[in-house]
């Protein structure tokens, strides 16, 4: 019996043909989708108003022949669901949470309220299972295949790794995080990230100049959501160009010098090409040029 997942369209609007596109590219990998009819209704710029959203988000948790709920992409919305989950009801039926960017506000959410998340490419993605080139095509099938992995039960994962400055060559601590602006926009709200005790913060980004980067990092640094966090992991900045002659390394450095903690990149998650899943809340474990997670 095939992997059943459900799709949910909780922030942006987007358009049909790359869902059904995305469908596709799933259901080459053998997963049944289940797709409500309409998947979206728009408002505005959203897939659908408030109400719609999550109403379809808790449709999805609630099917019985489910055994995963995902976003088809992120955006923008996802935030203005959280007062309106019921989240005992989704605990009375837990299903894992995947996706990434705007949805890492739903993850974090998820995680704390002791359900499975898992931060990875959503379901538009998969439309490059059918169309990109082979060798885009075999990086994409890695981690979707991962993502479905973890899924079904949880695999061990190893991630390149490498020291920005000096940092502990060995260092363990719960996964958390995810898209920087989007989590900088939760400071002083009553979604608030907070980082875990001894946690490694994975960080990533796109589009965003480097002087925004760095009002991002600032402000969850002065919000205090890093206060209890071990290290910092920067994945992908795709398409964040260079501002004047700043190197990128130095400003984050800087900006987390109050901390004191560490900060490592080179993971191979976010925006672009290379996306891969982790576990939200998984401990992951640092040594030299890579971050191990255990299944």
Same mark, same amino acid.
């Given at each position: ?34 797709? *409500? +009819? %309409? $998947? ?11 109400? #719609?959203?999550?109403?379809? &988000?808790? /449709? ?33 039926? *837990? +299903? %894992? $949470? ?11 959410? #998820?995680?704390?309220?002791? &359900?499975? /998340? ?178």
């Amino acid at each position: 019996m095939s992997l059943a997942i459900s799709l949910i369209a909780p922030s942006s609007v987007t358009d049909d043909d790359a869902v059904a596109r995305g469908i596709q590219g799933l259901a080459s990998l053998g997963v049944t989708v289940r797709c *409500p +009819k %309409p $998947l979206q209704c728009p408002t505005r710029y959203l897939a659908g108003s408030r109400e #719609w959203r999550l109403a379809q &988000l808790h /449709a999805a948790c609630d099917d019985p022949e489910t055994q995963a709920v995902w976003a088809i992409r992120g955006g923008y919305g996802a935030a203005q669901l959280l007062d309106g989950i019921d989240w005992a009801r989704l605990a009375a039926n *837990p +299903k %894992p $949470l995947v996706g990434y960017s705007d949805v890492t506000v739903l993850l974090d959410h #998820w995680h704390r309220h002791g &359900l499975p /998340a898992l931060h990875g490419p959503v379901v538009k993605a998969a439309a490059g299972l059918l169309d990109a080139s082979p060798a885009e095509r075999e990086v994409l099938a890695r981690q979707f295949e991962e993502t479905l992995a973890l899924i079904e039960g949880g695999i061990a994962l190893t991630y390149p790794l490498s020291p920005w400055g000096e940092a502990p060559a060995l260092l363990s601590g719960p996964l958390a995080g995810g898209n920087l602006t989007t989590l900088a926009s939760l400071v002083g709200t009553p979604a608030a990230f907070s980082a875990p005790p001894g946690a490694l913060v994975i960080l990533e980004d796109v589009g965003e100049p480097w002087y925004r980067l760095e009002r991002a990092l600032w402000q969850l640094v002065q919000g205090g959501a890093l206060d209890r966090a071990a290290a910092v992991c920067l994945g992908t900045f795709e398409g964040c160009p260079p501002w004047g002659d700043a190197r990128l390394e130095a400003i984050l450095l800087e900006t987390l010098a109050p901390l004191g903690i560490p900060l490592y990149h080179g993971l191979p998650v976010g925006h672009g090409l290379h996306n891969r899943p982790w576990r939200y809340g998984a401990i992951g474990h640092i040594s030299p040029g890579r971050l191990a997670v255990a299944g």
